[in-house]
């Protein structure tokens, strides 16, 4: 098989956020393949960043805005991204509290719960794991581990012995 390198990760909404700004918010992920001269460009949003970015891009790109209109609309845009980023984070707490109460309450009846059937590296582990290892690469949404957790298991990644040789390059 190929080997695929981590080429650039830019956490644009991190970056916006670090500006003191609301606004576009992705995760830019490029990606090389030994052997293909063009990188992959991967974009992670949520459904939410999704519909506010193509909505932006549909009315500043593909319209004419009448120059008097501009900074309503900037304003309006701004706001949006910001009610988007707070739902973002509430749909995310909610989740995360859903998955926690769950999986209390299937601890305690002592059934084995799917999570435990799941061959990927746990997130919790994972984010711990590449945190230590990259230090300074800041810091990161949950749910960009579990993608990742995902990821490696399609590469047949299940064991952090595994994901540092892959990192190794042994």
Same mark, same amino acid.
Do not use: C
């Given at each position: 098989? #190929?080997? %695929? ?6 956490d %644009?909404?991190? +970056? ?10 992705s ?8 052997? +293909?001269?063009?990188?992959?460009s &991967? ?10 970015? +193509? !909505? ?10 009448? @120059? +008097? ?7 309006? !845009?701004?706001?949006? @991204?910001?009610?988007? =980023?707070?739902?973002?984070?509430? !749909? ?12 209390? =309450? ?8 799917e =999570? *435990?059937?799941?061959?990927? &590296? ?5 984010? $711990? ?13 949950? #749910? ?9 298991? =399609?590469?047949?990644? $299940?064991?952090?012995?595994?994901? *540092? @040789? ?5």
């Amino acid at each position: 098989a #190929d080997e %695929m390198r981590l080429l650039d990760d830019r956490d %644009m909404g991190l +970056e916006t956020a670090r500006e003191g700004r609301w606004g576009y918010a992705s995760r830019h992920v490029l990606v090389g393949v030994e052997g +293909e001269q063009q990188p992959a460009s &991967i974009q992670v949003r949520t459904v939410l960043q999704h519909a506010w970015a +193509e !909505f932006e891009h549909d009315v500043r790109y593909k319209g004419s805005i009448p @120059a +008097e209109h501009v900074p309503d609309l900037d304003r309006r !845009f701004t706001l949006a @991204a910001g009610l988007l =980023e707070l739902a973002d984070r509430e !749909f995310t707490a909610i989740r995360e509290r859903l998955r926690v109460t769950v999986s209390g =309450e299937e601890m305690t009846e002592g059934t084995r719960t799917e =999570e *435990s059937d799941d061959p990927r &590296i746990a997130t919790p582990v994972l984010a $711990t794991y590449l945190g230590n290892r990259y230090a300074d690469a800041g810091w990161s949404r949950t #749910d960009h581990y579990a993608w990742i957790s995902g990821l490696l298991l =399609e590469l047949g990644i $299940t064991s952090l012995d595994e994901l *540092s @040789a892959a990192l190794d390059g042994v």
